[in-house]
C-alpha cells in the first residue's frame, strides 16, 4: 500500500520559518524523484520545488528561489522543505508529490499559514 503523509504545517509569522516532512512508504522511495506542490484558495496548484531522485538535481519555482530548500534522506524515506523568510503570499496547501514514469503519488497536503 502507497503511502505518502505530509507534516510540519502551521500558522507562521511573516518572515518566519517551517520545515515540512513528507514520508513515503509503499514504493521504491529512492527510484522517484519528489517534490512539493502548493495549491492557495482560488488558484491552481503549482510546483513549489523537485528533487532528483537521488538527490543530484533540485528546480525551484522563481517565488521560491532563495528562500526554500528541498531534500531528501532516502535512508529514511523522507522528503523535505525548508521554508525561510516567508511571505503571507506563501500561503496554501502544500502537498508531496513522488513521480517515476507512470507512477504518480500524492499526499493528503499541509496547511501553512503566514500571517501576523
Known amino acids: 500500500q502507497v503511502d505518502v503523509v505530509e507534516s510540519g504545517g502551521g500558522l507562521v509569522q511573516p518572515g518566519g520559518s517551517l520545515r515540512l516532512s513528507c514520508a513515503a512508504s509503499?514504493?521504491?522511495?529512492?527510484?522517484?524523484?519528489m517534490s512539493w506542490y502548493r495549491q492557495a484558495p482560488g488558484k491552481e496548484r503549482e510546483l513549489v520545488a523537485r528533487?532528483?531522485?537521488?538527490?543530484?538535481?533540485?528546480n525551484y519555482a522563481d517565488s521560491v528561489k532563495g528562500r526554500f530548500i528541498i531534500s531528501r534522506d532516502n535512508a529514511k524515506n523522507t522528503v523535505y522543505l525548508q521554508m525561510n523568510s516567508l511571505k503571507p503570499e506563501d500561503t496554501a496547501v502544500y502537498y508531496c508529490?513522488?513521480?517515476?514514469?507512470?507512477?504518480?503519488?500524492w499526499g493528503q497536503g499541509t496547511q501553512v499559514t503566514v500571517s501576523s
Open positions: 508529490n513522488a513521480a517515476l514514469i507512470i507512477y504518480d503519488y
Open positions: 528533487i532528483s531522485s537521488i538527490g543530484g538535481s533540485t
Open positions: 509503499g514504493f521504491t522511495f529512492s527510484r522517484f524523484a
